[in-house]
């Protein structure tokens, strides 16, 4: 669509932007809350910001996906603070400590290289998690990722150089059959059935 | 640009970001030329595809049909209200700024420093410098002068100045003259006792005497004579002409 020719209408771009990320939006929602229907309201809130917007024109190009990205990551937090402070009311706090057991995740990963690179995966700390999700899962360029997640360019490089090395390092000492280094991160949401 | 394959930069590159908008050439080439470099770029390469491949090939959730008809068919004005009142709830849950003060200890050698400076400007404002005293002083008396009414005191060493002493409120200041005894008239005016200013003695209280062998030092011989002992001045001598009182009768203490 060509906003010099067309005018863009909000209706329009909301749906260009359901049909176009709805998928990875709601998927990378789920990243962060662990929780499928959270995510999904989530998303719908971010498609519903869109109405928001006085000029709609501003957004339609390549703004919109670290738009969406953005505001979709912002409410999932929000969505992630007010569960922890309704948790916390009812909730002993050991009931988010790791637990020594062995991660179900681990238990059903059944030995092949793409479950051991999840699972890996799953074990980086959250901040270069994040990164290379955005980076690889979205297709996101680490300036789009620097704008949504508040850090410098160089930062999120380093965070993503340091995540896969990490990666490669971990798949090398199980391929050569060590005992993998042990390292769990806290997760985002600090609920115990998401590691 | 760091060419080491243990470096960011040399990661983004391999995975064909570009740093700061600028291909960087030096990493290229030693891509094209170090077979290490290039076995490391590749290793990248491999695992950030094997990891896309991973994370991409994850089942898809998608919204349900509900939600895409609200989105869809929402109703503008009740969006717009509706986030303007979240958004309003978030300000309100905000905490304010918090405006860091520094300790307030400053305050107290600060006005101390300042009374200090004011104090050193009013002293050197108001009070006349020793050459301003001198410079405004009367003139030594001569012979011509009147006797202004002060009592002249024998100094009790001859080398040692001659005092004055006022005798009352406004009579002249203090004048110290090194060694000069001033003459007294012969017959001065005489002053009524009513036009007399109060009148007081200075003398200074004759040396205590031993009479009889202290008891404090052993063997110490008993006074000869009257004469004082040296280093002891005689007892002050008032001059004629002065006006003196005659000394208390000790008696009943009076009330």
């Known amino acids: ?195 | 640009m760091n060419t080491s394959p243990d470096h960011p930069d040399f990661t983004a590159l391999a995975l064909g970001e570009h740093i700061n908008g600028i291909p960087a050439q030096a990493v290229l080439d030693a891509l094209r030329t170090s077979v290490s470099a290039r076995h490391e770029a590749d290793q990248i390469r491999a695992t950030a595809n094997q990891l896309a491949f991973v994370l991409k090939g994850q089942p898809p959730v998608r919204l349900d049909d509900a939600r895409r008809n609200a989105i869809f068919n929402a109703d503008v004005a009740a969006v717009r209200a509706r986030f303007s009142a979240e958004d309003c709830a978030a300000l309100a849950e905000e905490p304010g700024p918090v405006v860091e003060r520094a300790p307030r200890t400053w305050i107290y050698p600060t006005l101390a420093a300042a009374a200090v400076a004011v104090a050193a400007i009013i002293v050197m404002k108001f009070l006349p410098s020793p050459a301003d005293v001198q410079k405004e002083a009367p003139p030594i008396a001569t012979e011509n002068d009147e006797p202004t009414g002060r009592i002249m005191v024998e100094s009790p060493t001859p080398n040692s100045p001659v005092r004055e002493r006022n005798q009352g409120p406004g009579i002249g200041p203090v004048i110290v003259e090194q060694g000069v005894k001033p003459p007294l008239p012969d017959k001065g005016p005489a002053l009524s006792p009513a036009n007399e200013p109060p009148v007081q003695v200075v003398k200074e209280a004759p040396p205590p005497r031993p009479l009889v062998p202290s008891p404090l030092v052993p063997n110490s011989p008993p006074p000869e004579s009257d004469t004082p002992p040296p280093g002891i001045s005689p007892p002050t001598k008032i001059l004629p002409g002065s006006f003196a009182t005659p000394p208390k009768t000790p008696g009943k203490p009076g009330r």
Not at chain 1, 165 to 177: E, M, V
């Open chain 1, 1 to 195: 669509m060509n906003p010099e020719t067309t005018p863009v209408t909000t209706a329009d771009l909301v749906r260009r932007a359901v049909r176009e990320f709805e998928t990875p939006l709601v998927g990378y929602a789920a990243s962060i809350t662990c929780d499928h229907d959270a995510a999904r309201d989530v998303v719908q809130d971010t498609f519903l910001k869109l109405y928001t917007q006085d000029d709609p024109a501003r957004l339609d190009g390549p703004g919109l996906k670290s738009w969406l990205f953005t505001v979709c990551r912002n409410r999932a937090l929000d969505w992630l603070r007010r569960r922890k402070r309704l948790v916390s009311l009812d909730a002993s706090p050991m009931d988010f400590l790791a637990s020594s057991e062995p991660d179900p995740h681990d238990l059903t990963a059944d030995g092949d290289e793409n479950s051991e690179v999840l699972r890996f995966f799953h074990r980086l700390p959250d901040n270069q998690a994040e990164c290379l999700r955005l980076k690889f899962q979205n297709d996101l360029s680490y300036r789009e990722i620097a704008v949504m997640t508040g850090l410098s360019v160089s930062n999120v490089g380093f965070l993503i150089h340091t995540g896969l090395k990490r990666l490669r390092q971990l798949l090398s000492h199980q391929h050569a059959g060590a005992h993998e280094p042990a390292i769990r991160s806290t997760p985002l949401c600090a609920a115990p059935h998401c590691s």
